[in-house]
Structures are given as structure tokens and as C-alpha cells.
């Protein structure tokens, strides 16, 4: 069992930048790919990206050149750096952890966190 927990989100304006942590507990998160999702207001949770196993990254076309993710196996924890952030970007945000290399759609996964609020103001 793994238990994940986003945190960073909040309020920024557009053009600003917020890191997001994935926290985990009960595994060694190094084993998982690792999702990141989100969902807009009255919109389908849609995936952003994610860390394989081997430490690549794939992102969105929406995201490329300003999302960044990436992980550090001693914290057991995974990071999405979001930079020149855009009214669209607003939602909630989700980490997930899978048993295969990196799905890109939810039924891949096999962990969920809570999410964590991201609002960006015009």
C-alpha cells in the first residue's frame, strides 16, 4: 500500500510559478511511475505527465518548456515545478503512482493522492 500526499498549491498570478510535492509513505515511490494530473473546474481529470522508473519524464504538449517534473528517491517524494503559469492551468491537482512505467490514463494507476488546489489569477 502507498500513501501519497500533494501539497503546494495556492493562489498565484499568471506568469508565476508553484511547486508541487508528492509525498509517500508505504513504498518506495523509485518502484512507480509517477502521474501527474489534474482537473479543471467542470472539466475530466486529465493527465499533465510523469516520471518513469528510469528517471525519464514525459509532459503534455500544453505543459512542454514549463512544467518540470522530477523526483528525489532519498524523500521518497516527487516534484512538479509549474513556471509562466496561465489562467488554464487552474485546478486540482493530482499525483499518482503506477506498477507500469508511466499509463497515461487513470485506470493505469494504482495510487492516488488527494489533491491539492492550484488557482492562477489573470
Known amino acids: 500500500q502507498v500513501q501519497l500526499v500533494e501539497s503546494g498549491g495556492g493562489l498565484v498570478q499568471a506568469g508565476g510559478s508553484l511547486r508541487l510535492s508528492c509525498g509517500a509513505s508505504g513504498r518506495t515511490l523509485s518502484n512507480y511511475g509517477m502521474g501527474w494530473f489534474r482537473q479543471a473546474p467542470g472539466k475530466e481529470r486529465e493527465f499533465v505527465g510523469g516520471?518513469?522508473?528510469?528517471?525519464?519524464?514525459y509532459n503534455v504538449d500544453s505543459v512542454k518548456g514549463r512544467f518540470t517534473i522530477s523526483r528525489d528517491n532519498a524523500k521518497n517524494t516527487v516534484y512538479l515545478q509549474m513556471n509562466s503559469l496561465k489562467p488554464e492551468d487552474t485546478g486540482v491537482y493530482y499525483c499518482?503512482?503506477?506498477?507500469?512505467?508511466?499509463?497515461?490514463?487513470?485506470?493505469?494507476?494504482?495510487?492516488w493522492g488527494q489533491g491539492t488546489q492550484v488557482t492562477v489569477s489573470s
Open positions: 516520471i518513469r522508473w528510469s528517471g525519464s519524464i
Open positions: 499518482a503512482a503506477s506498477r507500469l512505467s508511466l499509463p497515461f490514463r487513470e485506470s493505469g494507476y494504482d495510487y
